[in-house]
């Protein structure tokens, strides 16, 4: 059974950082793509960044040259690395695992950016 737990999430004032993490387990952590998505009050869910198995990263403009995506395959855990945080990035962060057309969410993690 796959399971995305996201954790690392909280309370930030602009300019500051947060580092997210998505344990997984059920799947084969390897062989498979990565995505974490945010969703703000009454807005869509939006891709955020992707991370192949190979490490190639792919961004949303929004958040090119402040966020950075990563994994550890040791771990089974991928990462979402948060810099220069503005108030317009305040959402629920989630990962993502597609895995044989079946897409997988975890219970996501809150990041509110205010001063």
């Known amino acids: 059974q796959v399971q995305l737990v996201e954790s690392g999430g909280g309370l930030v004032q602009p300019g500051g950082s947060l580092r997210l993490s998505c344990a997984t387990s059920?799947?084969?952590?390897?062989?498979?793509?990565m995505s974490w998505y945010r969703q703000a009050p009454g807005k869509e869910r939006e891709l955020v960044a992707t991370?192949?198995?190979?490490?190639?990263?792919k961004y949303a403009d929004s958040v090119k040259g402040r966020f950075t995506i990563s994994r550890d395959v040791a771990k089974n855990t991928v990462y979402l690395q948060l810099n220069s945080l503005q108030p317009g990035d305040t959402a629920v962060y989630y990962c993502n695992l597609v895995l044989r057309e079946d897409s997988h969410w975890g219970q996501g993690t809150q990041v509110t950016v205010s001063s």
């Open positions: 059920g799947f084969t952590f390897s062989r498979y793509g």
């Open positions: 991370i192949s198995t190979g490490g190639y990263r």
